[in-house]
């Protein structure tokens, strides 16, 4: 059997070895020559499995160890017999930690509290639920939109696009890129999205960048139509519109998701959906060596301090998303390094928080983020 594995996917080498020849490539060298006697692609988004990628291809089987799966061509795979899979969900609590940083940030740089402030929760799949938790936990309210969902489930828990715009301090988009169809998402924040805004909110893209149009994005910017904008998503990645940079508070890589967890959770339903394929017997498979920050260890002291301070203490002990904005507006010609070489970040399960003067009830909030907290 051949693999063909994108070199930026940690963890995996030495998985699928014993099983036949294994070829680690860079996304963007992965071509039809390469992948003609290939019987699995294991990949990310930088690789557009399309007919042009698998015509005339051995190829039965992608995975791509990602939420996202708008780079598969999935009715072409359908029509040419290839099984394809991907992650759901093996990043949303990266996303979430990264949501956190990012609206702790804002609220401390912008002098607000985030507890009672109304945030728009845009697409309430596997990362805008948590990030609806997170935010229930910190006594925000919440309002969902998922129209996919409410024509499931109903519509009680559910609101509708518009009434986001119209109450919302704050807007966050978790959404798929979808071109066409009722649910379609390309461009949802236009410029009628942000005309129509009525509370001046904070915007946030982590899903894809073209759901946020660059042009409509800076003009209401530059109009006060938003008090905010956070961007990890971008069009034309990674040829990053450098005005829209220049103009946002908080600008990332597209690495919302880029914790070592969630590359480690992408990884393993890779390898495990390729093992359930081809019946290698690996169906429970583990990286090994996941690694880990410098500090784990926390200590809290509340004396004399808010709950959203201690709040935001620890979580930027644990992501600081002002380091990773620096990095970009540094080098913003460096976006696909940035992305490749990103530091370790671990989610609040491997920190261990002591503590002195920090209320109950805050300790039991930090406890069900899933900080450990020790007595």
């Known amino acids: 059997m051949k693999f063909i594995i994108d070199d930026k996917i940690p963890y995996i080498k030495g998985a699928l070895e014993p099983f036949g020849d294994v070829i680690y490539l860079p996304g963007p060298k992965t071509t039809p020559e390469i992948v003609q006697d290939a019987d699995a692609i294991v990949t990310r988004t930088r690789t557009i499995c399309n007919e042009s990628l698998l015509g005339n291809s051995s190829v039965k089987m992608i995975a791509t160890a990602t939420i996202g799966y708008d780079h598969i061509d999935t009715e072409y795979c359908k029509q040419a017999g290839i099984e394809w899979t991907n992650a759901p969900g093996c990043n949303s609590k990266s996303v979430e930690q990264y949501v956190l940083s990012a609206l702790l940030v804002l609220a401390e740089q912008k002098g607000f509290e985030l ?62 890129l979808t071109m066409q169809g009722e649910d379609a998402t390309f461009h949802m924040a236009d410029t009628l999205f942000f005309e129509s805004l009525q509370q001046c909110p904070i915007v946030l893209n982590t899903c894809r960048g073209e759901v946020v149009d ?13 008090s905010g904008m956070v961007m990890d998503c971008w069009e034309r990645e990674p040829q990053i519109d450098r005005n829209l940079l220049q103009l946002v508070d908080l600008a990332t890589p597209h690495i919302a998701g880029y ?18 394929f081809f019946n290698l017997g690996i169906d429970d498979w583990q990286p090994q060596g996941v690694d880990l920050p410098e500090q784990t260890k926390i200590h809290l002291n509340g004396l004399n301090r808010t709950e959203e301070a201690i709040i935001r203490e620890a979580v930027l002990f644990t992501y600081d998303i002002r380091e990773d904005d620096q990095r970009l507006r540094a080098q913003p010609e460096l976006f696909e390094q940035l992305r490749g070489d990103y530091p370790v970040r671990r989610e609040y399960p491997v920190f261990h928080i002591t503590h002195e003067g920090v209320d109950e009830k805050i300790l039991e909030k930090l406890s069900k983020l899933g900080f450990n907290i020790e007595n």
């Open 259 to 276: 914790s070592k967890d969630g590359k480690a959770n992408g990884t393993t339903m890779s390898v495990q959906a390729i093992s359930r």
């Open 115 to 176: 507890k009672g402030k109304t945030i728009g929760i845009v697409g309430v799949g596997q990362v805008g639920s948590k990030v609806a938790r997170v935010c229930e936990l910190l006594g925000m309210n919440v309002l969902l939109n998922d129209p996919p969902r409410e024509r499931a489930e109903g519509p009680e828990q559910f609101v509708s696009f518009q009434h986001i715009i119209a109450k919302a301090d704050i807007i966050t988009f978790h959404v798929p």
């Open 214 to 226: 660059t042009f409509a994005a800076e003009t209401a910017i530059e109009r006060g139509q938003v």
